[in-house]
């Protein structure tokens, strides 16, 4: 049987990254991935990183010239409902062509040392005497391969092919996301009239969650939406959207669809010989669901951990892996979670409630608004700024009361994952305890999708 220091499961942005990092540092790495090599990362053609985070995380920053580069922009603003009150972001952002940067990730791992497999699709795990995962199991046209890894990687997405097989003994959670734990979105890619100014900024409508982008045609630019529940939603959601925001006319040219997990991480990203990292892990940003880069916060702390581990020799317990998980959660793990709380309670407004509170500069404050990107730091005097003005609109009749419950509560559950998280066990002992309590905080949480607008729920539903 071969055998290999690492086995990641998937060649994206995380599975590329983490393998060219890992085989820098002279370990034997190999990826499989379930696409042909025509078809790796297909299922959409732009998407967007953030330059400081692929300066950070160093990322290969395309040449103009080249097939992976789309343009770049700065800054856009954020509106309210009926396209007020703009708050404007200075965060500079480049896009790219999916498949042809992830095919360049793919060519920096191997210059690295790493290997690669297409069509190679993960179908297992071989245990040791001990119970502790040795090796993996994975499929190819010619037949069934073993590999044995010190470590097996899952960064194959949403589906998350390997923490999904895992056992239910395991401290890693093997839950399969369900339609309303994912988090729906269409690309409109569009070509406006020839008067209309080259889009050269984007604009984002929190409200029906659709943004407006430019593309790569000078002519063209991307109209998107993202929602929870399904694609059917999601295209609703647009049509309320164009009824209340005025846009310029266009004419579609293409339209794509892709899914991203809306769900908390894993209470444990790693066990005996396995971590589970990227979409996998469900690790993107609450507030817009990028992970491309977000994930690679955990990725790059986990390129520490195991290089130190495997270089000392040895089995790599959950233990020792252990340090993955409370150097994350302590920082941008508690940060996260506690934002994703706050946004599933404040969501449920009106559009006559987020014009009202976009015009006040009340939680869509320029100060947030800012910061949602990195960066946001609110201080106990200006959360008191906003409850005091949320109460006080409650108490003239332009909030509704029951908005005003939502807002609390929702402050509420996120201080209380906050502070959950900032007491994350220090050793898997504590992880059970730590877990159920973890559990019944989420439970009050609830998901995103319980906030669906009821109207626009009936129609899809009355549609399907």
């Known amino acids: 049987m071969r055998k290999y220091d690492i086995a990641v499961i998937g060649a994206s942005t995380t599975g590329s990254w983490f393998a060219k990092k890992m085989a820098e540092n002279g370990f034997k790495v190999l990826i499989i991935e379930k696409q042909t090599k025509e078809n790796v990362s297909k299922d959409y053609d732009i998407f967007h990183m953030g330059f400081e985070e692929m300066k950070k995380f160093g990322l290969t920053i ?6 992976d580069y789309a343009f770049e922009f700065t800054g856009g603003s954020a509106y309210s409902a009926f396209g007020n009150y703009p708050k404007p972001s200075f965060t500079h952002v480049v896009g790219l062509h999916k498949h042809d940067y992830i095919m360049r990730m793919n060519r920096e791992a191997t210059e690295a040392g790493a290997e690669i497999e297409y069509g190679a699709s993960f179908s297992g795990f071989l245990f040791d005497e001990s119970g502790r995962i040795s090796a993996i199991r994975y499929k190819t046209e010619t037949g069934e391969e073993e ?3 010190s470590l097996a990687a899952d960064c194959s997405g949403f589906a998350a092919a ?37 889009v050269e900024h984007t604009d984002s409508f929190l409200q029906y969650k659709c943004w407006s982008a430019p593309s790569d045609d000078p002519k063209g630019g991307i109209l998107g939406v993202g929602a929870s529940f399904s694609f059917d ?33 894993p209470h444990s990203f790693v066990d005996d010989g396995f971590i589970a990292m990227g ?80 015009k006040h500069d009340v939680i869509f404050s320029q100060k947030i608004m800012a910061g949602l990107n990195g960066g946001l730091s609110l201080s106990a005097m200006d959360i008191l700024h906003h409850i005091r003005y949320i109460a006080k609109a409650t ?58 607008d009821k109207a626009i729920l009936e129609r899809v539903q009355n549609k399907v």
Request: aromatic share 12%.
């Open 279 to 358: 979409d996998a892990a469900c690790l993107n940003k609450p507030n817009n669901g990028e992970g491309c880069t977000s994930a690679l916060y955990q990725a790059e702390i986990a390129v520490e951990v195991i290089s130190e581990a495997l270089h000392e020799g040895g089995y790599l317990t959950k233990e020792r892996l252990w340090p993955i998980n409370t150097r994350y959660f302590a920082d941008q793990g508690k940060m996260s979670c506690a934002t994703r709380a706050a946004l599933i309670g404040a969501a449920a407004m009106t559009e006559e409630e987020n014009e009202y509170l976009f």
């Open 233 to 265: 939603y999601a295209e609703e959601m647009f049509k309320e959207f164009r009824r209340r925001v005025p846009v310029a006319p266009y004419t579609i040219q293409k339209v794509e669809k892709s899914i991203t997990p809306y769900h908390r991480p």
């Open 395 to 452: 108490l003239d009749g332009s909030l509704r009361k029951e908005y005003l419950h939502e807002v609390r509560l929702a402050l509420k559950n996120a201080l209380a994952v906050y502070k959950h998280y900032s007491a994350y066990p220090q050793t898997p002992d504590g992880l059970g305890e730590w877990a159920q309590k973890a559990n019944s905080i989420w439970d009050d949480v609830g998901l995103m999708s319980d906030k669906c």
């Open 162 to 198: 390997a923490r999904t097989a895992l056992p239910d003994t395991s401290a890693v959670e093997n839950f399969r996301l369900s339609p309303q734990d994912l988090f729906y979105v269409i690309l409109y890619y569009v070509r406006y009239a020839d008067n209309h100014p080259k």
């Open 147 to 149: 590999i044995a890894c």
């Open 62 to 67: 395309p040449e103009k010239n080249e097939s």
